[in-house]
């Protein structure tokens, strides 16, 4: 399958250990937020996104 999506240019990288620490520190604040929004609205978002990272 990764070949053919590299014939529509379209490529996979495997990022580095530190790279998705750096993103997760990152974009950690906006996903809480986030959680918290939905989570207000009723939606088990937090046990969502817990599972979904696993």
Same mark, same amino acid.
């Given at each position: 399958?990764?070949?053919?999506?590299? /014939?529509?240019?379209? #490529?996979?990288?495997?990022?580095?250990?530190? =790279?998705? +620490?750096? @993103?997760?520190? !990152?974009?950690?604040?906006?996903?809480? /937020?986030?959680?918290? #929004?939905?989570?207000?609205?009723?939606?088990? =978002?937090? +046990?969502? @996104?817990?599972? !979904?990272?696993?």
């Amino acid at each position: 399958a990764t070949a053919k999506n590299e /014939q529509k240019g379209i #490529k996979y990288i495997q990022l580095s250990k530190s =790279a998705i +620490a750096d @993103f997760n520190s !990152a974009t950690a604040s906006s996903v809480a /937020q986030f959680l918290a #929004k939905k989570e207000k609205a009723g939606i088990p =978002a937090k +046990a969502i @996104f817990k599972a !979904a990272s696993q």
